[in-house]
């Protein structure tokens, strides 16, 4: 498998996956008026009083993915725009402008709404970061690749809108449920893991650089795919069934049920997948795509205390 078709697969599995006013006059009389009476005085008073007006006001904050907004709604903090999105929000952003779905933002809205800032996620910004420039908006990009990078994201927007109460008690609880796992799991086998990441007509073997990836290192799974630098490679079932995987976890996005029937079709016409050894001890699992989406999440304890049952039958015994 050649590194740049890993790379041009990951594209387009990442794309199709998360294809998700002048002032008045009265405004600006105010504004001279309050110009005229700023110049009376000492410049340092009015730069001091400008900093602290500025201080207290609120942030106008749009949130494009569904991950970052559910971020914010934990911090307690408002927004004034969302994703489009069929999957439920808090219910805290009802009244919320939605933007319009996470891979292509309507970025007229955006901009009509005048924000102080602009969030999405690093796996978009390669192709999110040239159409927000060119529409005069300065977005910020996450990593929310890993549970580590997102609970970073998650302490650096408490640091910055006075949340750091909320973020590091959230970061708390993450980091506690990996510090268990680590207890519970030591006395077993770690078990080595094929992950799939399919869409419908296709499908992509995941990394440990990717979420899902990570979720189970952190599960203490062990991924048959070591030494790459992407996301997402390329599927060669050959190559693979060298591996020979305990496990086999497919994970299916964009249409899930589609993406399972299309699965099931592949392990059953495709002769080589029953020689695997994941495949004959039947330990082969299809993820829920609510828990294992395709950045960090909220739901990462869940998605891993899910995951601990697959990667150790011993423990769904207990």
Same mark, same amino acid.
């Given at each position: 498998m050649k590194r740049h078709s890993y790379i041009v697969a990951s594209l387009l599995l990442l794309l199709f996956i998360l294809t998700g006013c002048a002032q008045n006059q009265g405004n600006e009389q105010a504004a001279n008026a309050q110009q005229a009476s700023a110049e009376t005085l000492p410049q340092s008073?009015?730069?001091? +009083?400008?900093?602290?007006?500025?201080?207290?006001?609120?942030?106008?904050?749009?949130?494009?993915?569904?991950?970052?907004?559910?971020?914010?709604?934990?911090?307690?903090?408002?927004?004034?725009?969302?994703?489009?999105?069929?999957?439920?929000?808090?219910?805290?952003?009802?009244?919320?402008?939605?933007?319009?779905?996470?891979?292509?933002?309507?970025?007229?809205?955006?901009?009509?709404?005048?924000?102080?800032?602009?969030?999405?996620?690093?796996?978009?910004?390669?192709?999110?970061?040239?159409?927000?420039?060119?529409?005069?908006?300065?977005?910020?990009?996450?990593?929310?690749?890993?549970?580590?990078?997102?609970?970073?994201?998650?302490?650096?927007?408490?640091?910055?809108?006075?949340?750091?109460?909320?973020?590091?008690?959230?970061?708390?609880?993450? +980091?506690?449920?990996?510090?268990?796992?680590?207890?519970?799991?030591?006395?077993?086998?770690?078990?080595?893991?094929?992950?799939?990441?399919?869409?419908?007509?296709?499908?992509?073997?995941?990394?440990?650089?990717?979420?899902?990836?990570?979720?189970v290192r952190l599960a203490g799974g062990i991924n048959v795919v070591q030494g790459e630098e992407v996301e997402y490679l390329a599927s060669n079932t050959e190559y693979l069934f060298q591996s020979n995987p305990d496990v086999i976890l497919r994970a299916a996005h964009g249409m899930p049920d589609e993406v399972v029937k299309m699965f099931d079709e592949e392990f059953k016409t495709n002769d080589i997948w029953k020689h695997f050894n994941a495949v004959q001890n039947e330990r082969v699992y299809d993820l829920e795509e609510r828990l294992f989406g395709t950045t960090g999440n909220l739901l990462a304890i869940e998605a891993i205390d899910a995951l601990l049952p697959m990667l150790y039958p011993e423990l769904a015994q207990k």
């Amino acid at each position: 498998m050649k590194r740049h078709s890993y790379i041009v697969a990951s594209l387009l599995l990442l794309l199709f996956i998360l294809t998700g006013c002048a002032q008045n006059q009265g405004n600006e009389q105010a504004a001279n008026a309050q110009q005229a009476s700023a110049e009376t005085l000492p410049q340092s008073i009015s730069t001091a +009083e400008q900093n602290s007006a500025n201080a207290n006001e609120s942030p106008r904050i749009v949130s494009t993915t569904v991950a970052i907004t559910q971020m914010l709604d934990a911090l307690e903090l408002d927004v004034i725009g969302v994703p489009t999105s069929v999957k439920e929000l808090p219910q805290r952003y009802d009244d919320a402008t939605r933007v319009g779905n996470p891979m292509s933002p309507d970025m007229e809205l955006v901009k009509s709404l005048k924000p102080s800032e602009v969030l999405s996620v690093t796996t978009l910004e390669y192709d999110l970061k040239p159409v927000f420039e060119e529409a005069g908006i300065e977005a910020t990009f996450l990593n929310l690749t890993s549970v580590a990078s997102m609970n970073q994201s998650m302490l650096d927007l408490g640091e910055k809108y006075d949340r750091s109460a909320q973020a590091a008690e959230l970061v708390g609880k993450f +980091e506690q449920k990996v510090s268990d796992i680590k207890e519970l799991t030591a006395s077993y086998e770690n078990p080595t893991v094929l992950i799939l990441m399919g869409i419908p007509g296709s499908y992509l073997v995941a990394t440990e650089h990717s979420y899902i990836g990570d979720l189970v290192r952190l599960a203490g799974g062990i991924n048959v795919v070591q030494g790459e630098e992407v996301e997402y490679l390329a599927s060669n079932t050959e190559y693979l069934f060298q591996s020979n995987p305990d496990v086999i976890l497919r994970a299916a996005h964009g249409m899930p049920d589609e993406v399972v029937k299309m699965f099931d079709e592949e392990f059953k016409t495709n002769d080589i997948w029953k020689h695997f050894n994941a495949v004959q001890n039947e330990r082969v699992y299809d993820l829920e795509e609510r828990l294992f989406g395709t950045t960090g999440n909220l739901l990462a304890i869940e998605a891993i205390d899910a995951l601990l049952p697959m990667l150790y039958p011993e423990l769904a015994q207990k």
